[in-house]
């Protein structure tokens, strides 16, 4: 496939749960790990299995390579020696550095992001709410859907309209 029909980034693909097709032709997926096929979370093949293991604070793309990014980013505290079940599908954020790799995360998907392109960004207010993330990001998002209760996942859209 020609590299230019991979125009879609997800950049933390986790065990891609939210893509109808988990290989879709047009995307890269990364994350900063990769694990085996294995039961969890009530899912016998459960894997975390991205086309490229990559920090999503340190793209390794070109400006403006990417149509539309999606960023799902780890929404919930954990130390080191947590490994449960949510940890083992979702990550973990830092409870000492997770604005740096919040707002170096979402910084870098949007560098990547071509002008006119449109990064969707899925939060949950596990831990921080919805009103401190966007203070964090810097960025006001175009519009939102929520789901209250027990999840409370927002997804955020922005659009990259260029100066």
Same mark, same amino acid.
């Given at each position: 496939?020609?590299?230019?029909? &991979? @125009?879609? #980034?997800?950049?933390?693909?986790?065990?891609?749960?939210?893509?109808?097709?988990? +290989?879709?032709?047009?995307? $890269?997926?990364?994350?900063?790990?990769?694990?085996?096929?294995?039961?969890?979370?009530?899912?016998?093949?459960?894997?975390?299995?991205?086309?490229?293991?990559?920090?999503?604070?340190?793209?390794?793309?070109?400006?403006? &390579? @990417?149509? #539309?990014?999606?960023?799902?980013?780890?929404?919930?505290?954990?130390?080191?020696? +947590?490994?449960?079940?949510? $940890?083992?599908?979702?990550?973990?954020?830092?409870?000492?550095?997770?604005?740096?790799?919040?707002?170096?995360?979402?910084?870098?998907?949007?560098?990547?992001?071509?002008?006119?392109?449109?990064?969707?960004?899925?939060?949950?207010?596990?831990?921080?709410?919805?009103?401190?993330?966007?203070?964090?990001?810097?960025?006001?998002?175009?519009?939102?859907?929520?789901?209250?209760?027990?999840?409370?996942?927002?997804?955020?859209?922005?659009?990259?309209?260029?100066?």
């Amino acid at each position: 496939m020609d590299k230019n029909t &991979k @125009f879609i #980034l997800d950049a933390c693909c986790g065990g891609r749960m939210m893509w109808f097709n988990k +290989n879709h032709p047009n995307t $890269i997926y990364i994350d900063n790990r990769k694990t085996k096929k294995g039961y969890v979370n009530g899912k016998p093949n459960h894997e975390v299995n991205p086309d490229f293991i990559m920090d999503f604070k340190n793209l390794k793309f070109p400006d403006k &390579k @990417f149509k #539309l990014v999606f960023f799902d980013p780890p929404h919930v505290f954990a130390n080191e020696n +947590n490994d449960s079940t949510f $940890i083992k599908c979702f990550g973990r954020l830092n409870k000492e550095t997770w604005e740096q790799d919040i707002k170096g995360g979402f910084d870098e998907c949007w560098r990547v992001l071509d002008d006119y392109g449109v990064l969707v960004f899925k939060w949950s207010e596990c831990n921080i709410p919805i009103k401190k993330l966007i203070e964090v990001i810097k960025k006001e998002p175009l519009v939102r859907s929520m789901r209250r209760g027990l999840s409370k996942t927002h997804w955020l859209c922005f659009i990259k309209i260029p100066n």
